[in-house]
């Protein structure tokens, strides 16, 4: 696997300064949370090929009811669905476009659960590049297949599940010439890391204790860790913070093999209502071992329920998430109870992605008619169900004051 390496030692001081005075210029390059910190990605003299569309600068909220529901003092959200496409990916992905550019491509492709296929519809049709999408049949959310399509991208739908199909158009991309913008592309992990260096530069470089985000095909793992190990190594931070991965369930092969070691063992047939974490065999595991062991991190799974619940939480504190993304407060809430996590500590948790990107899931949880993959009831512990009511204003009132 490809990783791109920073050799040169600098001073971090008159970066931090630039990099700050960038959030009030109007350059397009500045404007974007990733290009701002373009010092630290492999793109010298190509930045004015760079295919923006403003993505990162995503806020760093205070969750004092969701930290209350995880047995902690402080928890903050660093939430990556604020992005153009709603997702994390746009990170990434404007790198990965851009690299397509300066490799003069015409054709862009892209195997995904939903966000990545959105968000390099998006960049790809902002290049005036071509872009195929390949997704599993019936396992992706419409808010996501919605975007692809109406960001014109070519959409395949195939009958098989997420790792079947990327090892397929690993196979086509070579046969038909076409650029691969999945996670196993190193332009895309280097624009991730700006998720970290942004995260950093909010909290005037002070590093948590934890960084907390979930796991899929681990590719973000991988990025966060070379985000982190570069920083320190840079001198921009004193200490590395503790990755903590989470998986679901059903889709666990990464947390099984931190805990059996061995042989890694991929899940061939991945189930989790979480569909943009279903993953049985997660291409960045080896990069994500490393980045786990070097951070003294742990990998936590936790079941359908736990993330729902958690959703719900992460939506009363008025933020609000994608099921994969309340993975993270779930899994915060294990670790706290089984004291891997001090209630003390200072957390972090990136929320993946935003709210609406998976209404269905949403509304039958609230209607008490959510089922995990097994057809079991997802209980609606903290439902909220929509109250039909007459066209009378007595009526109305009476249901009001109920
Ligand atoms: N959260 C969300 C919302 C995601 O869309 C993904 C991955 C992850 C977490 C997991 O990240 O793969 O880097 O470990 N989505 C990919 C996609 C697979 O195709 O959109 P990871």
Not at 72 to 95: A, I, R, V
Not at 198 to 211: C, G, K, S
Request: net charge neutral; proline share 5%; glycine share 8%.
């Amino acid at each position: 696997m490809l990783e791109i390496c920073f050799r040169d030692r600098i001073d971090p001081a008159p970066w931090k300064r630039t990099w700050r005075e960038r959030r009030t210029s109007n350059s397009a390059l500045d404007q974007s949370g990733v290009w701002r910190y373009r010092e630290l990605l492999p793109f010298d003299g190509y930045h004015h090929q760079a295919v923006s569309l403003r993505e990162g600068n995503t806020p760093l909220l205070e969750a004092p009811r969701a930290a209350e529901y995880a047995g902690l003092d402080h928890l903050s959200f660093k939430h990556q669905g604020f992005n153009p496409t709603g997702s994390f990916k746009d990170n990434g992905m404007t790198c990965g476009v851009t690299q397509a550019i300066r490799l003069g491509k015409k054709r862009v492709a892209c195997v995904s659960t939903g966000n990545t296929s959105a968000s390099m519809a998006a960049y790809a049709s902002a290049a005036g590049l071509d872009s195929i999408v390949f997704i599993p049949h019936g396992n992706i959310s419409y808010g996501k297949l919605a975007q692809a399509l109406e960001y014109g991208a070519r959409t395949l739908q195939v009958e098989a599940n997420f790792d079947q199909i990327l090892a397929l158009v690993r196979v086509l991309a070579d046969r038909l010439g076409i650029y691969l913008l999945n996670s196993i592309n190193p332009f895309r992990i280097e624009g991730q890391k700006t998720i970290i260096f942004e995260l950093m530069d909010q909290r005037d470089w002070n590093p948590p204790d934890w960084i907390v985000l979930p796991g899929g095909n681990l590719g973000n793992t991988s990025a966060f860790g070379k985000a982190l190990r570069e920083l320190r190594d840079l001198g921009f931070i004193s200490k590395l913070p503790r990755l903590a991965v989470i998986q679901a369930v059903g889709a666990a092969p990464f947390y099984d093999f931190m805990r059996k070691r061995g042989e890694f063992v991929s899940v061939p047939d991945p189930h989790t209502l979480a569909t943009a974490i279903k993953i049985g065999d997660p291409v960045s595991w080896p990069k994500a071992v490393q980045e786990v062991e070097v951070s003294n991190g742990v990998v936590e799974k936790v079941t359908e329920q736990e993330i729902a619940d958690a959703k719900a939480i992460i939506g009363r504190s008025g933020i609000g998430c994608e099921p994969a993304s309340a993975a993270t407060l779930a899994g915060i809430q294990k670790l706290v109870r089984s004291r891997v996590m001090r209630n003390d500590e200072d957390v972090i948790a990136v929320l993946t992605g935003h709210v609406l990107k998976d209404p269905d899931y949403i509304y039958n949880y609230h209607t008490g008619q959510l089922k995990d993959p097994e057809g079991n009831n997802v209980d609606s512990r903290y439902g909220n169900r929509p109250v039909v009511a007459p066209n009378d204003a007595d009526a109305i009132a009476r249901i009001l004051e109920k």
